[in-house]
């Protein structure tokens, strides 16, 4: 004899139960605040990362110091990277320049952007220098003498650049570090 099947009664009792799913619209919805998030953040991510002015100019020191090191080894000469404090520029002179291409060096001197500042040069001979001028050579040898470069700007924000002679390696902190040129 059959059993009688009831067609009266409640199916999800007979399924056996699953674990919650997330819906469509819940997920659409996440995923939406998380591309507005984005949207709003990477921007401002970006202008800091890209533009701030402190780490573009140590960029642009540190390529200067290895583009001067380069040059004095394919032109075998010294070469001399200038900076003046006082008027917040840098230009490069080399050994038997003369007294036009040396003023027209002078005039043609780079400076520092917006806020940014020479706050002073150490290097092993003269100690360090926030007046004045400084001078750090390049040989034809490709070296460099020890110096340390500090920048900032007037918020008290500093980096510094140190060119480390033999080696020929080019270090920097986010932070205004005192280094021992002796």
């Known amino acids: 004899m059959m059993t009688p099947i009831s ?3 409640n199916r999800s009792s007979a399924l056996p139960k699953s674990p919650r799913a997330y819906t469509l619209i819940e997920l659409t919805v996440v995923i939406f ?3 507005l998030m984005l949207a709003l953040t990477i921007p401002r991510i970006q202008h800091n990362l890209l533009s701030d002015d402190l780490k573009a100019s140590t960029r642009r020191m540190i390529a200067m110091v290895r583009n001067l090191k380069d040059m004095a080894v394919r032109d075998q000469k010294v070469y001399r990277l200038h900076f003046d404090m006082e008027s917040n520029q840098f230009w490069v002179e080399w050994d038997k320049i003369t007294l036009e291409e040396q ?3 002078r005039e043609n001197a780079s400076g520092l952007p917006g806020e940014i500042r020479i706050l002073d040069i150490c290097r092993r001979q003269t100690g360090k220098k926030d007046m004045g001028d400084a001078v750090i050579h390049f040989t034809p040898r490709g070296y460099v003498e020890y110096a340390v470069i ?3 700007t007037d918020e008290e924000r500093a ?3 140190v060119l480390s002679p033999f080696v ?3 270090k920097t902190h ?3 570090v005192e280094i021992d040129t002796m």
Do not use: F, K, N, S
Request: aromatic share 4%.
């Open 174 to 176: 986010d932070t205004y």
């Open 150 to 152: 500090h920048l900032g």
């Open 168 to 170: 020929g390696t080019i």
């Open 33 to 35: 605040m998380i591309g």
């Open 103 to 105: 003023e027209e060096a």
């Open 159 to 161: 980096h510094t650049i």
């Open 7 to 9: 067609i009266v009664g």
